[in-house]
């Protein structure tokens, strides 16, 4: 028999579980291939002795409409920088790489299949070049990978999002006031702009596009003054004005400070002080937006991705990444697709689009 590992990194993502069942059950057919799950991403292979689980036809019946991962996943204990606490007590960070491909080669695997988002995917091109035979599946809800059209948990975000924006609009007309809606998406403003034509924003900020307060407070008043008397305002995580005053949310600093803060406050609070005499409520939606059951067309691509990381893995094509691009499912080198991120164009359709739909990004 032969030894697959499976892992999940990095945030959670619905969608995950359907991948996992789609290698399952691919992997199933070929009768030669064991599949196992290596608990919280590498830290179970990693443990003495390694927390793994089992993954048969049985462990993944019905999994593809569960929201999270059934082998749990975690943002600590990256392997290419390690934390190791000194005898000072001061933290050390170590390339943990060969170490694990090692480990996985005394556990008898053959081959591993990394689920994960950019993060990850370093990891799997690091082992790859360590000499292990590794497949990525790219995850994200953002859906900032510029090899992939989709990502699978962006639909679901989106939808999430949407739901929640329509709530807001019926309270906001009651009540007259300016909703401000925070969503995630990291640096790129995919979830804000769909979000945004999904439930027919007046306002959307985006990181791409930063804003000017002045431009914001015209399309609020407008609106005010031609009698619809409440606005519905989608902002970014990573959205930021044109003076620079909401800073992008890049690392774990920035996230930090928006975990304390929220860009939706902070451009509250700038409308409160530049005099703006509507009332303003601040929503953020956080982790809903990655909770619960995947929608259909996530469901859709994340098994499709796991049967095609089976099969690439049948075919030998390993340091290989699975995408969806021009409606195909086909791969491309993990290291191509970790070059470049797909952020939102400001000139392009979708902008445009959204524009002729009278949405303001207040530039
Ligand atoms: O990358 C996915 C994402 O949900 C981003 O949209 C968000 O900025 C970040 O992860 C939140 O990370 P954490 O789960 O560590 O709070």
Redesign the pocket.
């Known amino acids: 028999m032969k030894k697959l590992l499976v892992a999940t990194g990095?945030?959670?993502?619905p969608g995950l579980n359907a991948v996992i069942r789609g290698i399952v059950k691919r992997a199933s057919q070929e009768g030669d291939w064991e599949v196992w799950g290596s608990y919280e991403a590498f830290n179970g292979v990693m443990e003495e002795p390694a927390r793994l689980l089992r993954l048969d036809d049985k462990t993944v019946a019905g999994i593809h409409v569960l929201g999270g991962t059934i082998i749990g996943t975690t943002?600590k204990g990256n392997p290419l920088k390690f934390p190791v606490k000194q005898a000072d007590g001061s933290v050390k960070y170590i390339n943990r790489i060969p170490d694990l491909v090692k480990r996985l080669k005394e556990l008898g695997f053959d081959a591993v299949v990394n689920i994960g988002?950019d993060g990850s995917q370093a990891i799997s091109q690091a082992m790859f070049e360590s000499g292990m035979p590794v497949i990525g599946v790219p995850k994200?809800?953002?859906n900032?990978l510029s090899s992939t059209d989709f990502t699978f948990g962006f639909q679901t975000?989106v939808q999430i999002a949407s739901d929640s924006f329509d709530r807001l609009v019926t309270t906001a007309n009651s009540h007259h006031r300016v909703m401000i809606m925070e969503v995630?998406?990291?640096n790129a403003g995919w979830?804000a702009l769909h979000t945004a034509i999904s439930g027919g924003a007046e306002i959307c900020l985006i990181p791409e596009i930063p804003y000017d307060l002045n431009k914001v407070i015209e399309k609020i008043r407008s609106r005010y003054n031609n009698g619809r008397g409440f606005v519905n305002v989608v902002i970014a995580?990573?959205a930021r004005a044109k003076d620079g005053t909401i800073t992008a949310?890049k690392g774990e600093e920035g996230?930090n400070a928006?975990?304390l803060g929220g860009v939706c406050f902070t451009l509250s609070q700038q409308l409160k002080d530049a005099g703006l005499e509507a009332d303003v409520r601040e929503t953020v939606l956080?982790?809903t937006?990655?909770g619960g059951t995947p929608v259909a067309f996530d469901r859709i691509i994340a098994s499709v991705f796991g049967v095609k990381a089976m099969e690439l893995v049948l075919e030998k094509k390993f340091g290989q990444i699975v995408i969806l691009k021009n409606n195909d499912y086909s791969s491309v080198s993990i290291q191509e697709a970790i070059k470049e991120y797909n952020i939102v164009d400001p000139e392009g359709t979708l902008v445009k689009a959204a524009k002729g739909l009278g949405i303001s990004f207040g530039d």
């Open positions: 990095g945030g959670d993502c943002n988002g994200t809800i953002d900032d975000a995630m998406g990291r979830i995580e990573g949310s996230r928006i975990r956080g982790h937006q990655r």
